[in-house]
């Protein structure tokens, strides 16, 4: 198959894009950086060193003789470029995870959460556009994530809901009451490619993702291989976080009771949840819904558990309890179906599997890269941020 992968340089699009060259398809991949600028502009940096994608894809194409096309350019603001894309490169599938992904970064400010909001929507609507001008079958495959639906009172179901009302029946979208202003990009994402379904006939599948964890893919060992792997309270996803501060010692950060409970994956699922909706479409006209994670935990589970695997490997961990910057709630029901994908061949990964201390050992020898000072970085979520007035910048 010919697949695009926009957001390549990121955390899980360039081992995405690298798994799916070894399976034999051909891959190209497209960013623009972004993430890499907001990273210099907060004073962040990934635990290991990523080099640009031009130099590894050149690496991976001298270890492997895979080859990934690179195409750099921005899919929001330039819709000529991504036009341009489409008609060099000729996908049959796209995977699009080029969007901001950080939640705590789109709630720090006016300017972050306007850029998360008109960089992931304009982004994904120029998709469409550019999908509906170049074939309009060409099989999207969404990023979306399951705080898009919060923590209701009731169940989750994996992106539809059927309702009886007023004696009549229907199957409405899941009702969405998102954590961020991020959670809440793809809410509206979600909205208009059901709306491109309906109305153009596209080909949709759109993956409520989960929280990702793990450093280590299939090629890992291999340099050119390893990714952009974040601790910080900005882009680190809360497992890789716990893993760091284990392996520097530092108590583990939960915020407030911890009883926040989400579904999490491991990133070796990642790539084969995206492999297997690669592997089987969605209909013409069908914007079909994956919950896409393996596991719920608290937060507090995860702390033990990290403590735990720190023990196993010789480190001792402890759990601090710290103010939750954000605002959501610490003890709640929460349930949410996640059928489809393991109805389609996944087998997952578990946590108590040993993945936990595979993460550990693999971080270890890079640990003293780490900047203590941006562990605690996290915006609170008041949206009142104290900045210079533009006029005295
Ligand atoms: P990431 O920030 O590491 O990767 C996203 C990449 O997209 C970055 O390299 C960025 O430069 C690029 N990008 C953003 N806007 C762009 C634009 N306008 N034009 C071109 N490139 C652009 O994020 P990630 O953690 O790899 O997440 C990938 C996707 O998966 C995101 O859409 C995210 O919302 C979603 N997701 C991630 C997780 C997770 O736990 N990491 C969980 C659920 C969903
Ligand atoms: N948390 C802590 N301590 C920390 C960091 C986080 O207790 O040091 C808590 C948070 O308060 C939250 C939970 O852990 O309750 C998860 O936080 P997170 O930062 O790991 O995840 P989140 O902000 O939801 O965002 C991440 C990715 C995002 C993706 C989402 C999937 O950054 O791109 O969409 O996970 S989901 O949560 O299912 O929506």
Redesign the pocket.
């Known amino acids: 198959m010919r697949i695009l992968v926009?957001?390549?340089?990121?955390?899980?699009?360039w081992p995405t894009a690298v798994d799916l060259a070894s399976r034999g398809h051909d891959v190209a991949i497209?960013?623009?950086?972004?993430?890499?600028t907001i990273e210099s502009k907060i004073g962040v940096t990934p635990l290991l060193e990523v080099p640009r994608l031009h130099d590894r894809s050149r690496q991976l194409a001298a270890n492997t003789g895979w080859n990934i096309e690179v195409f750099i350019?921005?899919?929001?603001?330039d819709y000529e470029f991504l036009s341009h894309v489409l008609n060099a490169f000729e996908p049959e599938a796209i995977v699009h995870?080029?969007?901001?992904?950080s939640a705590p970064y789109s709630m720090a400010g006016v300017e972050e959460a306007v850029f998360t909001q008109v960089?992931n929507v304009v982004?994904t609507l120029n998709l469409a556009f550019a999908v509906a001008e170049r074939d309009p079958s060409i099989h999207i495959v969404k990023?979306?994530?399951?705080g898009e639906y919060g923590t209701p009172e009731i169940p989750i179901e994996e992106g539809w809901l059927e309702i009886t009302h007023g004696g009549r029946h229907d199957r409405v979208l899941f009702p969405k009451r998102p954590h961020s202003i991020y959670h809440l990009s793809?809410v509206h994402d979600s909205n208009n490619l059901e709306f491109m379904c309906r109305t153009w006939g596209f080909r949709v599948t759109d993956l409520n993702?989960?929280?990702?964890y793990g450093h280590r893919t299939n090629y890992y060992d291999d340099a050119g291989f390893s990714t952009?792997f974040h601790y910080d309270g900005v882009?680190g996803?809360v497992i890789n976080r716990f893993a760091v501060q284990a392996a520097m010692g530092m108590p583990l950060t939960v915020y407030g009771a911890g009883g926040q409970t989400r579904g999490y994956l491991n990133i070796k699922d990642t790539l084969e949840c995206i492999n297997l909706a690669l592997l089987n479409p969605a209909d013409a006209g069908e914007i079909r819904v994956f919950n896409q994670f393996t596991e719920t935990f608290s937060v507090m589970d995860i702390a033990r558990q990290v403590v735990e695997a720190a023990g196993n490997i010789g480190i001792q961990a402890s759990i601090a309890h710290t103010d939750n910057p954000r605002n959501e709630k610490e003890e709640h029901f929460y349930e949410a179906a996640h059928t489809g994908l393991v109805g389609l061949g996944l087998q997952p990964h578990f946590m108590s599997h040993g993945l936990l201390e595979e993460l550990l050992r693999d971080i270890q020898p890079w640990i003293n890269r780490v900047n203590g000072g941006t562990i605690l970085n996290s915006p609170t979520w008041t949206g009142v941020v104290e900045r210079t007035p533009t006029h005295a910048r």
């Not at 926009?6 to 699009?13: A, C, I, T």
């Not at 993702?209 to 990702?212: A, D, F, R, S």
């Open positions: 926009l957001g390549g340089d990121g955390y899980l699009g497209v960013d623009n950086y972004v993430k890499r350019g921005d899919i929001s603001k995870y080029a969007e901001q992904p960089n982004g990023l979306g994530t399951m793809k993702q989960g929280v990702v952009s882009f996803t």
